[in-house]
Structures are given as C-alpha cells and as structure tokens.
C-alpha cells in the first residue's frame, strides 16, 4: 500500500518539472528506477546522467544538442561531407517551400527528442496539417517536456528539412549510437526495424556481441547483423566528435559504406531506460568519471 503511495507522488512530483534540478532529478530517478539517488556519490550510470543533467552545464553543450548547429561542429571537427544533406532551416513553418522540395525527404525539429516526420511520397503530404503539427513542435521546449535535460533548454527552436536517408533495399536505417566515455568510444548500441519490430542490440567496437541490452521495450537482436564495412571509420569520428566530453552518445548511420553524422546526446533516454541485466548498471556506470565540483562551483561550466 505505502508503496503504491509513493508511486503516485513520485508520477505527480516527476510533472513538476519547474522545480529545482536538484530535487526534481531525485523525484525523476526513484520513478523509473524505484531506487534512491544519490547525486553526492551517484555509481549506476543512469545516476550519473541525472548528475550530469544537475552540475554539468558548459555552454557547447546547447550548440551539440541543437540538430542544425551541431552542423557547424560536425563540420570543424571531421568534415562537411559526413553531414547529411540540408534542404532548409526555417523559423515558420509557412516560410518552406514544399514545391521545391524533393519527393522524399525528413523533417525535423532541432530542438527536442523524437519530432520527425519522414515524408515518403511528397504527393500525399497534407500541407496544412504539417504546418500545423511543425508550429506544435516549435512550441515545446525539452527540457520542461522530460525529465530537465539541461542541454536543450536554451536552443532557439528551427525547423529543419533533410534528405531522407532509407536505403531502397531496407525498411529503415540502422542506428549506430556510439557511448564514448572521457573522449572515448567504449561500446555501440545498434537499432534496427524501427518502423517495423523494433530491435536493439550492444556490441563491442569489434561488433561483437556485448551480454547487455539497453532496454526491455525492445526486442533483442537475435539473428546475426552484419558488421558495417566502416565501422573502424565510424569509431574513430566518434571519438574526435568525443574529444573532451565525460560523457556523449554519438549516432551515426552507415549508407552504402558511407558514414553519416545523425546526432549528439548527453541524457541516453533521459536516464529513463536502465541497462539490462541490471548488474551492468554499476559497471557502465563505472566507464563515467563524472567532473570534480570545486568547493565554490555550483555546476561545471
């Protein structure tokens, strides 16, 4: 009984996403985790996350986690023909030009988790209610729509429209989503079938196949997914991507043989989804060394 209790304070304090990083992190984490956190000495690595969310706040930050200005890093640091091909930005939606667009194409929002829409034939487009939809997206800001993810709080919301990516021959891209650990990559987690029955799967940066998974909402890769002919080319652009961050995820996508830069996330789902079996929490855990706070710093700037 006292625990059904808690339970439902817990679902009610985790909305009350106005409330200081320090404590509303707390809330958050005990919800998905039905554990305490401990931010003065955090071990599982959904702990840290939520440590990183709280203290670890530089300014680049905001510019990695923005879609369209993360292009100009991506850029800088390995090259502009790693990015995917950029058809628009746009502050209105009213202001894009579906005419002169492709028959296919992705449109994305630059500053949350999930808004795409991946338009396969053009013809069937309902422009009025994507226009309607994109000015919704433009309305939210993640960091009060999840669990405080510090990173998206301040960037300047944009619509962006890309090339659509799918292979012909595949149903959906296959994510390689790179966890690089002090600059560097330690493992991949690998998504395939989103579209379909989605599937997930870690592996070491060999490809072989690691004895965890990341989540239980998916289900396991189970038949054998063949090793990406650049995967040596996709770790070592993860790890110049990394240079001197305690902890990012790195997605990247494999076209042909060709690697595409997809995006850059401090907070693997919100510190939500924990790694099973749970006995990996601590020792991935133990791959992040969080930053040392000073005895004047409040956060890490």
Excluded at 59 to 85: F, S
Aim: hydrophobic fraction near 30%; include cysteine.
């Amino acid at each position: 009984m006292l625990k059904n209790i808690r339970r439902f304070t817990l679902r009610n304090l985790r909305k009350m996403r106005f409330l200081p990083s320090k404590l509303y992190v707390k809330y958050h984490y005990e919800y998905f985790s039905e554990k305490k956190l401990n931010l003065k000495n955090p071990i599982d690595f959904n702990e840290k996350i939520e440590w990183y969310k709280v203290y670890y706040r530089p300014k680049i930050l905001t510019q990695l986690a923005d879609k369209y200005r993360v292009r100009t890093y991506v850029e800088e640091k390995i090259g502009k023909q790693y990015l995917n091909e950029l058809y628009g930005v746009y502050n209105n939606p009213s202001n894009i030009d579906f005419d002169s667009l492709p028959n296919k194409f992705v449109i994305k929002a630059n500053h949350t988790n999930g808004h795409n829409l991946i338009v396969e034939d053009k013809k069937k487009l309902n422009k009025k209610k994507t226009i309607k939809l994109l000015n919704k997206w433009l309305r939210k800001n993640q960091y009060y729509r999840k669990g405080q993810e510090w990173a998206y709080k301040d960037i300047k919301p944009k619509i962006i429209i890309e090339k659509n990516l799918k292979e012909n021959e595949k149903t959906s891209l296959i994510d390689y989503k790179f966890y690089c650990f002090n600059g560097k990559p330690k493992f991949l987690d690998v998504h395939i079938d989103r579209g379909e029955n989605h599937k997930q799967g870690c592996f070491d940066l060999d490809f072989k196949p690691l004895p965890f998974s990341k989540s239980k909402k998916y289900e396991s890769i189970s038949a054998n997914v063949e090793k990406p002919s650049n995967l040596k080319e996709m770790v070592f652009l993860s790890e110049i991507l990394a240079d001197k961050l305690p902890f990012v995820r790195v997605d990247l996508y494999s076209i042909k043989g060709k690697t595409i830069f997809g995006e850059m996330t401090f907070y693997p789902a919100d510190a939500r989804d924990k790694f099973y079996p749970d006995k990996y929490n601590p020792i991935i855990g133990n791959y992040l060394k969080l930053p040392k706070l000073s005895n004047k710093q409040k956060i890490i700037i």
